[in-house]
C-alpha cells in the first residue's frame, strides 16, 4: 500500500469508473487497474464486484473509509509543511449568515487583502445550521454565524458575541405616548403597555424570531395578535421604522438592517434584559482539522477589529 494506490483507489470510487478515473489522474485504464490489482493482492481481498457493474464491496466501503482518511491527512500534513516553508499563499473559506456578512466584509476584507493579498478568499452564504454542517464536512475553515443552542460536538469558538433579542420601538410611537427614549428608563410596566396596545409587526410561525417573541409576549403575561406576518426581516424593520408598529429581532440584524436604509435613528432598540433567550454570534472551527495559517491571519485581524456588530 502507498499514497499512489490509495489516490487511484479513491478516484476510481469517486469517479464510478476505471475509464473515468485514468481520465481524470491522467494516466491509462492498464494503470489504474494494475493499482487496484496490488491493494487487493496486498490484502487478499476483492474491493470492488466488476460485474454487472462496478461497485464496492463491504471491505471496499471500509477500505474507501480508511483511504479518505489517509488522504485527507497528507494533505493537511502538506499544507503545515508549506506553512514551515514560509510559503505565504493560500486559499482561505468563510461561511456568513446573510446578515453577519453585510456586517462584517466592507470593514474587515479590504484590510484583511491588503495585509495578505496571496491569499484567495472563498466566501459563501447560508443557514447557521447548514454551515456548521459545512465546517464539520471540512468544506468550511472558519464560520461565523448565529446560533441559540449552543456549539455542536466537533466543533470550537474562537470568539462568541451575545446577540441579544430586542424590542423595535418607533420613536413616532413613544413620542406620541410621552415616553422616554432611553432604553434604560423604559421600565417593564411600559413595554407591557406597549406591546398590549400597539400595533405589533413580527415573523412568520415558526422562524426562531417568532418563537422568541411568543415567549415573550407570554412572559409578560400579553396576549396580542399581529398586524403584519412576514418572513422577511428587513421589510418587517422597515416598516417598523416608518411607524406602523413594534417589531423584534436579534441586535445584530436590527442594526444592519436599519443602518443599510439611515433608518436607525428613527428606532429605539430595547434589549430584553429580564428575558433569557438569547443567541450567540459564533466565530467557528473544526476541532477535528488543522486550522491553516490562513484562518489563524483571519481570527487575529478580527480581534484587533473595533466591530459596531459586536457592541
Known amino acids: 500500500m502507498n499514497l499512489m494506490n490509495l489516490k487511484y483507489f479513491v478516484a476510481v470510487v469517486e469517479s464510478g469508473s476505471i475509464t473515468q478515473a485514468a481520465q481524470n489522474l491522467f494516466t491509462s485504464p492498464q494503470a489504474v487497474s494494475e493499482q487496484i490489482r496490488r491493494l487487493e493482492g496486498a490484502y487478499d481481498v476483492k474491493l470492488f464486484q466488476r460485474t454487472p457493474k462496478l461497485q464496492l464491496t463491504y471491505a471496499g466501503e471500509r477500505f474507501h473509509r480508511f483511504a479518505r482518511e489517509v488522504i485527507q491527512g497528507e494533505r493537511e500534513l502538506a499544507v503545515e509543511l508549506d506553512e514551515i516553508c514560509m510559503h505565504r499563499r493560500g486559499k482561505l ?32 452564504t447560508g443557514q447557521s445550521k447548514g454551515l456548521l454542517s459545512d465546517l464539520l464536512a471540512g468544506h468550511l475553515d472558519l464560520t461565523i454565524c448565529n446560533f441559540s443552542s449552543g456549539l455542536p460536538p466537533g466543533i470550537r469558538a474562537a470568539q462568541n458575541f451575545d446577540n441579544r433579542f430586542c424590542l423595535v420601538i418607533p420613536r413616532e410611537i413613544l413620542a406620541r405616548r410621552g415616553m422616554a427614549y432611553d432604553p434604560e428608563k423604559l421600565t417593564r410596566t411600559d413595554l407591557r403597555a406597549l406591546l398590549s396596545e400597539e400595533p405589533l409587526l413580527m415573523n412568520i410561525v415558526g422562524t426562531q424570531s417568532r418563537n422568541l417573541t411568543d415567549l415573550y409576549l407570554d412572559h409578560l403575561g400579553v396576549n396580542a395578535a399581529p398586524l403584519i406576518q412576514l418572513n422577511e426581516m428587513n421589510s418587517l424593520l422597515h416598516l417598523c421604522a416608518k411607524g406602523m ?42 476541532a477535528d482539522r488543522h486550522l491553516p495559517w490562513t484562518a489563524r491571519k483571519f481570527l487575529e485581524l478580527l480581534s484587533l477589529c473595533n466591530l459596531e456588530w459586536t457592541m
Do not use: W
Not at 108 to 117: D, S
Not at 249 to 275: H, M, S
Open 93 to 124: 473559506t468563510i461561511g456568513f449568515t446573510v446578515f453577519l456578512q453585510r456586517a462584517i466584509l466592507p470593514e474587515l476584507l479590504p484590510r484583511f487583502h491588503q495585509e495578505n493579498p496571496y491569499i484567495e478568499l472563498d466566501i459563501r
Open 245 to 286: 408598529g413594534i417589531a423584534f429581532t436579534f441586535e445584530v440584524t436590527g442594526r444592519i438592517c436599519l443602518a443599510v436604509k439611515n433608518l436607525y435613528d428613527q428606532v429605539v432598540l430595547v434589549p430584553l434584559r429580564d428575558f433569557d433567550k438569547q443567541s450567540q454570534v459564533y466565530v467557528a472551527y473544526s
